[in-house]
């Protein structure tokens, strides 16, 4: 594994590559956003198994822990069509969605090359980029279909990025809210951000949940409570 730099340390002069999550990591937890994926997985699994919501939640947040995702847990067990699944959790209201123009000040400040890394679907990361105002800033979405469906924190999801990105880990930072997200991008070589969060938005069972205060395990090498405000004090490498 890398050795873990000083977490805290502000410089990432070393990164010419900026990989964000989606959901709970570019935009704030408190808006409460994701709930609604959250419901609707609940919904679609009750309906495709022919099983009450309470069963529905529990098979969920079983797959959830088990498989990394609900829908690869769905598609490992039960032969699941993936599109089906992402074009319905996915169709939700982006109007609790505020545009941040903090944030986008901050990461268009980011030399190098910048994505999106989530395990939803591309077309949803578009229309959250999009209502935030800062689709503009990122060279291209990561989605769950680009890693053929292995979820984060599957180790092929990671080496897939790479090889479709050319990124070069040891020059790259990775910022996740869920903290097993980042365990093998640090064994990969990224530098590790955590993005907590004061709100548990999830239920999940301990150890899958999303970070919280105070929350900074040994493979993360940072951690922060406010995204825009960590990226604004970075020491960032020169433009080349």
Request: proline content about 8%; glycine content about 4%.
């Amino acid at each position: 594994m890398t050795q873990l730099p000083p977490s805290s340390s502000s410089d990432f002069s070393h990164v010419e590559t900026w990989v964000f999550d989606l959901d709970n990591t570019l935009y704030p937890a408190e808006c409460n956003l994701f709930a609604q994926i959250d419901l609707k997985m609940t919904q679609f699994v009750s309906r495709v198994l022919s099983v009450e919501a309470q069963e529905a939640r529990r098979i969920q947040k079983s797959y959830y822990a088990d498989y990394g995702t609900t829908l690869n847990g769905l598609m490992t067990v039960h032969g699941l069509n993936p599109r089906d699944f992402l074009d319905f959790v996915h169709d939700i209201d982006l109007t609790p969605l505020d545009q941040a123009p903090e944030l986008a000040t901050a990461i268009s400040a980011l030399p190098g090359r910048r994505y999106i890394f989530t395990n939803g679907s591309r077309k949803h990361a578009e229309r959250v980029a999009s209502r935030m105002k800062i689709d503009h800033l990122f060279d291209d979405v990561f989605d769950i279909e680009a890693s053929l469906f292995a979820p984060k924190p599957s180790r092929a999801a990671y080496e897939r990025f790479i090889r479709q990105t050319g990124a070069v880990p040891s020059r790259s930072a990775m910022f996740e809210d869920i903290s097993r997200n980042l365990e093998p991008a640090a064994h990969l070589g990224f530098t590790t951000v955590l993005v907590r969060s004061p709100m548990d938005w999830s239920g999940e069972p301990q150890g899958v949940r999303p970070a919280g205060p105070g929350e900074h395990p040994p493979h993360v090498h940072h951690a922060t409570d406010n995204l825009d405000s960590f990226l604004r004090g970075l020491t960032l490498p020169k433009v080349r």
